[in-house]
Nanobody, 119 residues
């Protein structure tokens, strides 16, 4: 059973920074990929940033140049550094991990952490 625990959310003014953390219960190098998603009220959950097992990254256009995904393998933790935050970044941010098995790829989700950016 994979468990993901996010932390680091909070209230910040526009232009500010936050760093989200996602601690996994297992070796993150065993996952096919990990990533951050967000869901604002009344909107669908969307990809923010992702990282493959070999370290390739992908970002939503809306966060390119402002957000950075990284990982600390010994600590089984991934991070999302968020700079130059905007009010439209307000959402619940979720950590996701994909684990492959003989039955296919299964996604695991954290419980989410609230990020609120005031104008």
């Amino acid at each position: 059973q994979v468990q993901l625990v996010e932390s680091g959310g909070g209230l910040v003014q526009a232009g500010g920074t936050l760093r989200l953390s996602c601690a996994a219960s297992g070796n993150i190098f065993s996952f096919d990929g990990m990533g951050w998603y967000r869901q604002a009220p009344g909107k669908q959950r969307e990809l923010v940033a992702s990282m493959t097992r070999v370290g390739s990254t992908n970002y939503a256009d809306s966060v390119k140049g402002r957000f950075t995904i990284s990982r600390d393998i010994p600590k089984n933790t991934i991070y999302l550094q968020m700079n130059s935050l905007k009010p439209e970044d307000t959402a619940v941010y979720f950590c996701k991990a994909d684990l492959a098995s003989g039955f296919g790829v299964r996604p695991y989700w954290g419980q989410g952490t609230q990020v609120t950016v005031s104008s």
